[in-house]
Structure formats: structure tokens, C-alpha cells
């Protein structure tokens, strides 16, 4: 099936370009409160799973024997953008494990930010593997190594101890089966499994609700899920959608993004699951129609925190560079049923 058109582009009267996908709300029990396109066709989810693969980091004990917090937790999660403190903290669990950068199976990344890729260039430094949006996940596979006694090397695989774990949790919550077939290698260098978008968004109403899940696997769920709230920044930064949202809606909502137009989102108070995939990729249309679910999902208005913060990111203006708006980033009706 051809999925619906879900956002537009605009130009002064015409729509100079749209993106098509699939959206699929769920909630704990796996009842779909709302689905359209094909929430059935598997995608990798990428990035936008990265809280399922923190589960094991925080049940594992590792979490708190190294006496980490709320912002190291959140960039276990993370997709950041290189600044300074997500550079800082990186380092700092590292070497709160015995370990450094060059254990790091992520490739170098430049910084998100251009200020931060020029003061590379004034120090005369090239970006690392701490530079990478993924080295606080990494970060986080890898004190869980040191805790549970298994060789850092190689962590990376989908034969390490650890990473079985990891892989195992992300069935666990989808119910989806991580296996060879479905299997494809991240941009960063882990397994990543291919995952419908239904699959996807009963995840995550259960990551919020606990439905489901072991005592031990809740409270681990809830832990990352309000040290994302506490420390938006860390999850992604300065500009980022994530953070955006997550500073605007505080510890109402989780959001996390993944490449090629795939974002997730969970509602605590409503205990629903969000999952939507762009099918060319594209962000610009992944973040619009998460913002635009968000607030209809929590009949936001402008009386509400946030609320104008929201608006903006669900219908972004499109501007010349001398700074016109000249068109329009905006949800079409294909979304006009989303309700709490």
C-alpha cells in the first residue's frame, strides 16, 4: 500500500514538496488508539530505540556503582550533539570505569553544532570517537562490561555478552524477535533490528506504563524515562527537537529521534506509545508531525506550558536567507483523528 502524504512544504501558494508514512499510536495493553499508512511494514528504528538499549546499563547495577545521575543516564540515551558538556560527561564516565575514549567502538563524528566543529579547527584538533552522537550509548554498553565482569572488546558485536542483553531487551519490549534476518549494522557500528511502527509504539507505551515488564524492568524504564525530563539537554542539545520538546513538556513526554524519518514518543499521563516513519527519510517532516500529534494527543492550548514552543515545531516556517517566510512546513489531514 502507498502511504498517505502526512506533511507538506510550501512555497508561497504551492506545495513545492511533501513526505509520505506510516503512524502508529498504541497504548500498554497493545490496543491501537490510532494508526495510518502501513504500521505493519518493519523499518530500522535506529537511534529512536537507544532508551530500550539503556535498560540493561541501568538493571545491571552499573548505573549506580559508578554514582551516576540523571545527566549521564539521559546521554545513555542520547543522540547529542557533541557540545562541550556532552563531550565532558562522556569522558568522565569513561574514566569513572577504568576506561577511555580509544575503547569506544563508535567512529568519529563531527560535532552537530558549528561553532563547536570550528573550535576543533582553532585547537587543531580533528573530531574522536567521543565526538560521535552515539558515544554516551557507547559509553553506557561499556561500563555495563566493567560491572558484569565481560571483556570490553568487541562489545560492539552481536556476540558479546553484553550486547546480547541489549538486543534481548529491545525484543523483549517490541515483541518482535531480533534476528538474523531483520538484522542490519547502525551507523555507529551496533545491530540494529528492523521493527514495525505498531511494534515500535507498544514499546514505548510500555516503556512508560510498566505493562508488561518486571518489577526490576519498570523501575529501570521510569528511571531513564525522568532523567531524560531532568536533562533534555543531554539527550540531544542546543536547538534539538528532542530537547525542545522535552524542555517545553517536562516529564509529560518522552521523545527520541532516529535517522532516515523515524521518531518515537510516549505520553506518561495518557500510557501511549508513538512511533511514525517518513518514508524518504526526511526530519524536517518526522519532527513536524511529532509535535502536531503531541499536541493533539494532549489537547494542548495556548494556555498551556509550552504550548507556543509546540506550535512552533509542528508548523515551522520556511524563510529566504535574508530571513522572509516564504512558505511553510505543515501536517496535513491525514492526522485530523488523533485524540487523547
Avoid at 511514525?276 to 499536541?295: F, N, Q, T, V
Wanted: hydrophobic share 40%.
Amino acid at each position: 500500500m502507498e502511504n498517505p502524504v502526512l506533511v507538506e512544504v510550501t512555497r508561497g501558494p504551492i506545495v513545492e514538496s511533501f513526505h509520505r508514512g506510516s503512524v502508529a499510536i498504541v497504548d500498554g495493553d497493545g490496543r491501537l488508539v490510532f494508526g495510518v499508512g502501513d504500521i505493519e511494514r518493519p523499518s530500522f528504528p535506529r537511534s529512536a530505540v537507544k532508551p530500550f538499549q539503556a535498560l540493561p546499563f541501568v538493571e545491571s547495577g552499573a548505573a549506580d556503582r559508578f554514582g551516576f545521575g540523571d545527566a549521564e543516564l539521559a546521554l545513555a540515551m542520547a543522540s547529542h550533539n557533541a557540545e562541550p558538556r556532552h563531550v565532558e560527561t562522556v569522558r568522565a564516565m569513561l574514566a569513572a570505569a577504568g576506561l577511555d575514549e580509544s575503547c569506544l567502538a563508535c567512529g568519529p563524528h563531527w560535532p552537530g553544532r558549528h561553532a563547536d566543529q570550528g573550535e576543533l579547527h582553532r585547537r587543531g584538533e580533528k573530531p574522536g570517537r567521543i565526538h560521535n552522537n552515539c558515544s554516551g550509548k557507547h559509553t553506557g554498553f561499556l561500563c555495563t562490561c566493567v560491572v558484569t565482569g565481560a571483556d570490553p572488546r568487541g562489545y560492539e558485536t552481536a556476540e558479546h555478552p553484553v550486547m546480547r542483553e541489549v538486543i534481548a531487551a529491545g525484543a523483549s519490549m517490541t515483541g518482535t524477535p531480533h534476528a538474523t534476518d531483520i538484522c542490519g549494522t547502525d551507523g555507529c557500528s551496533i545491530p540494529t533490528f528492523a521493527v514495525a511502527p505498531r511494534a515500535l509504539a507498544h514499546g514505548f507505551a510500555r516503556f512508560v506504563t510498566g505493562v508488561g515488564l518486571t518489577a526490576t524492568r519498570a523501575r529501570a524504564a521510569e528511571r531513564l524515562r525522568l532523567a531524560a525530563a531532568a536533562e533534555p539537554f543531554m539527550v540531544a542539545g542546543t536547538g534539538r527537537f528532542c530537547t525542545r520538546v522535552m524542555t517545553a513538556l517536562g516529564d509529560r513526554v518522552l521523545v527520541k529521534t532516529g535517522a532516515e524519518g523515524v521518531f518515537i514518543g510516549a505520553i506518561k499521563e495518557l500510557g501511549l506509545g508513538i512511533a511514525l516513519k517518513i518514508d524518504d527519510g526526511a526530519g524536517r517532516a518526522s519532527e513536524a508531525a511529532m509535535a502536531r500529534i503531541l499536541i493533539d494527543l494532549m489537547k494542548l492550548t495556548p494556555d498551556d506550558p509550552g504550548y507556543a514552543e509546540m506550535r512552533d515545531l509542528a508548523n515551522p516556517q520556511v524563510k529566504s536567507w535574508a530571513g522572509e517566510r516564504v512558505g511553510e512546513i505543515r501536517v496535513t489531514e491525514a492526522l485530523d483523528g488523533v485524540t487523547g
